[in-house]
Nanobody, 127 residues
């Protein structure tokens, strides 16, 4: 059974940095996609970044380009979301999700494309 577990959330001041981790369990082959999403209070969940594990292809939302990056440690099957220059509007619950197999370039942000979701981790950016 494939599952993902996020960690690393917390309280950070505006302008600061934070790294979130997403551990992927239960995968047999290096053929999956991991996406990072966030949901602010009262808003819809939005896609931030996605990485194709086997090809290393990365997709990113315009809103986080230049501030957030995604990377993967293949030895530990952990995908990281490195966030810098954080703003109060980045405050949200951050989720990672995994999809076994490939994902269409035009669908990486689509919540319905993903097979499993983590429980989320809270990130709060103070002004």
């Amino acid at each position: 059974e494939v599952r993902v577990v996020e960690s690393g959330g917390g309280l950070v001041q505006a302008g600061g940095s934070l790294r979130l981790s997403c551990e992927v369990f239960g995968v047999e082959y290096d053929d999956y996609v991991v996406g990072w999403f966030r949901q602010a209070s009262g808003k819809e969940r939005e896609g931030l970044l996605c990485i194709d594990s086997s090809e290393g292809t990365i997709y990113a939302a315009d809103s986080v380009k230049g501030r957030f990056t995604i990377s993967k440690d293949k030895t530990t099957e952990t995908v990281y979301l490195q966030m810098s220059s954080l703003k109060p509007e980045d405050t949200a619950v951050y989720f990672c999700a995994a999809k076994i197999g490939d994902i269409y370039d035009s669908k990486w942000w689509d919540l319905d494309e993903y097979d499993v979701w983590g429980q989320g981790t809270q990130v709060t950016v103070s002004s």
